[in-house]
């Protein structure tokens, strides 16, 4: 576990932490939420409707495409900063400079308790090492970056499928909406969990935060 938090290669982690699940889902829906607030009821015909969706599905494949090209570049900048961090602790030529460089790549929850005479130890064994293989992506990570992907860009699926089902364009706004309002809460309770505290508060947050990120978005011609 303490030598996980350099090691360049291996890691523990899941593909996905949830936070970032959320994150990505949330950024999707903002997204296709920007088009469809855009969408006059009162004038807006069959090819306006279509234009509108097309334009969504078209704007979150590439924003997912655009987002998992930076998890992946943000994953291989991780793993060459631990690789330098591991290559500075071997050539250290004190101990005390090596134990400065763990205590700063250590959490700082596990750098304040752990005793000086283990960080020495550690020190010593990653010393010992073979030369780690130089920073490069793995299956892993193309399997986030497509995870990535999926979750910006089926994000707008259900908030666009009323108005392609549905000719009364009002009525599909109102369905669209709900769906829309309803995968906010469903996302800000998941967010609840995740942080050990009751999912209903966060779910209306989350709500309400996704509701003003919208309004911000349209009103700065997003």
Excluded: H, Q
């Amino acid at each position: 576990m303490l030598t996980s938090a350099i090691d360049p290669v291996r890691s523990s982690r899941r593909v996905l932490e949830p936070e970032e699940r959320i994150a990505e889902v949330l950024f999707g829906l903002i997204m296709v939420l920007t088009f469809t607030g855009s969408l006059s009821v009162a004038s807006a015909g069959r090819d306006d409707v279509r234009t509108m969706v097309v334009g969504a599905l078209g704007c979150n494949l590439a924003w997912g495409i655009i987002d998992a090209v930076f998890y992946l570049m943000g994953n291989l900048a991780d793993r060459g900063r631990r690789l330098s961090t591991l290559r500075a602790l071997k050539a250290a030529d004190r101990i005390e400079d090596a134990e400065r460089l763990l205590a700063r790549a250590l959490p700082p929850l596990i750098a304040s308790v752990i005793d000086p005479l283990e960080v020495a130890a550690i020190c010593r064994k990653l010393s010992a090492l073979p030369e780690p293989p130089s920073a490069k992506l793995t299956s892993r990570d193309l399997l986030g970056a497509f995870g990535v992907f999926l979750l910006v860009f089926l994000a707008t699926v259900p908030v666009a499928i009323p108005f392609v089902i549905l000719r009364d364009v009002a009525f599909a706004m109102r369905v669209s909406n709900g769906v829309a309002v309803a995968t906010l809460f469903v996302v800000g309770s998941v967010y609840g969990r995740v942080l050990g505290r009751s999912p209903w508060p966060y779910g209306i947050a989350m709500t309400g935060l996704g509701c003003v990120l919208v309004a911000l978005t349209i009103a700065l011609g997003g």
